[in-house]
């Protein structure tokens, strides 16, 4: 978070905005679940699970728009669709 949702003063890393004293703890808590829940989206795209990789991008969007978790979705949906291909492909040998 740069900014106070609120009077839009600047950030201070203090759960409290120093200015209109409205309370970030919430939105704090919400934006570490989303970097956690990024860091599960890397490891399981490096992993190959595509399917925990694509639900877990789901987590993070469903918490703050993330070009990475989109991103990450996308080519998590892309990889799982090509494994299906070549099984269907194999399966059609």
Known sequence: MERCPVCR??????PVCYR???DLS???AIEAEATAW???VVALLAAGEWI????AADRV?????SPLA???RDF????????EVRQFERLLQ
């Open 9 to 14: 003063a600047r950030f201070r890393e203090e």
């Open 20 to 22: 209109c004293g409205a």
């Open 26 to 28: 919430v939105l704090l």
């Open 38 to 40: 990024e860091r599960e």
């Open 52 to 55: 925990r990789a694509r639900r």
């Open 61 to 65: 969007l469903a918490l703050r728009h």
């Open 70 to 72: 989109v991103a990450a």
């Open 76 to 83: 998590a949906g892309r990889e799982l669709i090509a494994q």
